[in-house]
């Protein structure tokens, strides 16, 4: 199971990477093998401003749907529409081709709240 160094992580699963102001969100690894086959990705919440861990979409696998939360207040600036026709992005490669969307960030600072990736390998139990 992979859990990049580079990322931070939140305890609902959410893995994060920063670029300047603009956020790179997805789920982890470990989220989407819990979840199974992934089948659509819904995410209604493009050009809304979201506070920290407010639901700013949805994943459907073939048994559960589960909510996604936002690690850092902000903007969300693009949905990752490959996800439409490819959800098993998620699954197949859940820290590059199936990241989930993209957010103008409100404070940097926040990152500083985030899990890295030791801890949450250790809230994971895979450590």
Not at 53 to 62: C, K, M, P, T
Request: glycine share 6%; no cysteine; net charge negative.
């Amino acid at each position: 199971m992979e859990t990049p160094l580079n990322l931070k992580y939140t305890k609902d699963h959410e893995w994060i990477s920063i670029d300047e102001k603009i956020a790179t969100v997805g789920i982890t690894d470990f989220a989407q093998r819990e979840l199974g086959d992934i089948v659509y990705v819904e995410v209604e919440t493009v050009g809304e401003s979201l506070n920290a861990d407010d639901i700013f979409g949805a994943v459907e696998a073939v048994k559960t749907v589960s909510d996604l939360f936002l690690p850092i207040a902000g903007k969300i600036i693009e949905f990752n529409e490959s996800l439409d026709n490819n959800p098993e992005d998620i699954n197949n490669d859940p820290y590059g081709k199936g990241w989930v969307v993209k957010v103008e960030i409100d404070d940097t600072n926040e990152v500083n709240n985030l899990l890295s990736a030791q801890q949450y390998k250790e809230l994971i139990g895979a450590d």
